[in-house]
Nanobody, 114 residues
Framework: VQLQASGGGLVQAGGSLSLSCTAPASIFSRLDMGWSRQPPGKERELVARISRGGRAEYGNAVKGRFTISRDDAQNTVWLQMNSLQREDTGVYYC?????????WGKGTQVTVSS
């Protein structure tokens, strides 16, 4: 499963960014989708995920600031990131999961400056 992520970049603290990720239209509706991130010098951590049925879950660090959404008709998942903090800096990875497999896209850099 090939995932194509876009978005990211450089933003000042307090600002917003949006990431998007597409997966093949033929299977998108059968995929659970999500985002993880790897801050500099730290391990990868869950940011948010959304199930095939639209149930969203968030990592504690981003609750109330980030919103994950999906549109099966556009085979796209979005991550809206608001009130960004320096601690949100890292490489963000889109992933897709079935019941027995997981697929990762190439990371996209998000840098939050003070």
């Amino acid at each position: 499963v090939q995932l194509q992520a876009s978005g990211g970049g450089l933003v000042q603290a307090g600002g917003s960014l949006s990431l998007s990720c597409t997966a093949p239209a033929s299977i998108f509706s059968r995929l659970d989708m999500g985002w993880s991130r790897q801050p500099p010098g730290k391990e990868r951590e869950l940011v948010a995920r959304i199930s095939r049925g639209g149930r969203a879950e968030y990592g504690n660090a981003v609750k109330g600031r980030f919103t994950i959404s999906r549109d099966d008709a556009q085979n796209t998942v979005w991550l809206q990131m608001n009130s960004l903090q320096r601690e949100d800096t890292g490489v963000y990875y889109c992933y897709a999961a079935t019941f027995n497999n997981a697929f990762w896209g190439k990371g996209t850099q998000v840098t939050v400056s003070s």
